[in-house]
C-alpha cells in the first residue's frame, strides 16, 4: 500500500517530534545522533498512542527517528536545543497583542543566544524529496510569514531584546529565518 504523508498521520508524527525535541532541550548533555535509535521502541509506542494505524507505524517512526538523528547531527539543531540558553522554553504557550488581536500560541522553542538577541523558533516537520530544496523552503517560509510575523510580535513584548524568528525543518536541518 502507498503510504500517505498528509493528514492525521503526518500531523501525528509532527507531534511526536515536536514531543522529543522538547524533551531533548532539556538535557544537559545532548546525546550523539546515533543514540537516538535506541529509542525506537518508545517512538513506536508513542506512535501507537497518538492513533497512528499499525501499517503505517514502522513508516511513521523511521521519519521521527530520522527526524531527531538529523537534528541532533546539525550543528544548528544542537544550538537550537541548547539548554543553556538564557530564558530557553520548548512548547511555550503564550497569549497577547499582536497586529490588535488577542492570540494564543504554542511557541516550539524561544531562547536569548549568547548575542542577547530571542529567537522564535517553530519546527516544521515537512519532508522534500527531489530537487529545488532552496525553492521548497522559501516556499514554506512564504506560508507561514505571518505566523512568525504574530510570534515576533509577542516576544517583543517578553523584554527588550532583538527579536529574530525563524522555521526549523528537523528532517532536512534547515533554518530559515523570516526577515
Keep these: ?35 537516538i535509535a535506541d529509542e525506537s521502541g518508545a517512538v513506536l509506542a508513542e506512535l501507537a498512542r497518538a492513533g497512528v494505524p499499525e501499517p503505517e507505524r514502522g513508516e511513521a517512526r523511521a521519519r521521527v527517528l530520522a527526524a531527531l538523528r538529523q537534528t541532533l547531527a546539525d550543528e544548528r539543531g544542537r544550538w537550537i536545543l541548547d539548554s543553556r540558553h538564557r530564558e530557553a522554553r520548548s512548547e511555550w504557550e503564550l497569549s497577547g497583542l499582536s497586529g490588535g ?49 504574530a510570534y515576533r510580535d509577542l516576544a517583543r513584548g517578553l523584554g527588550p531584546q532583538p527579536v529574530r524568528a525563524a522555521l526549523y525543518f528537523p528532517l532536512l536541518g534547515a533554518l530559515r529565518e523570516a526577515l
Design 101 to 149: 488581536t488577542l492570540r494564543s500560541v504554542v511557541i516550539d522553542r524561544c531562547f536569548i543566544d549568547e548575542q542577547g538577541t530571542r529567537w522564535v523558533i517553530d519546527y516544521k516537520t515537512s519532508a522534500h524529496e527531489g530537487g529545488g530544496l532552496d525553492e521548497f523552503l522559501d516556499q514554506e517560509l512564504e506560508r507561514y510569514r505571518a505566523q512568525l510575523a
Design 1 to 35: 500500500t502507498e503510504f500517505s504523508w498528509v493528514g492525521e498521520t503526518q500531523r501525528h508524527i509532527g507531534t511526536v517530534v515536536h514531543a522529543w525535541l522538547a524533551r531533548l532541550s532539556q538535557e544537559t548533555r545532548l546525546p550523539p545522533p546515533e543514540a
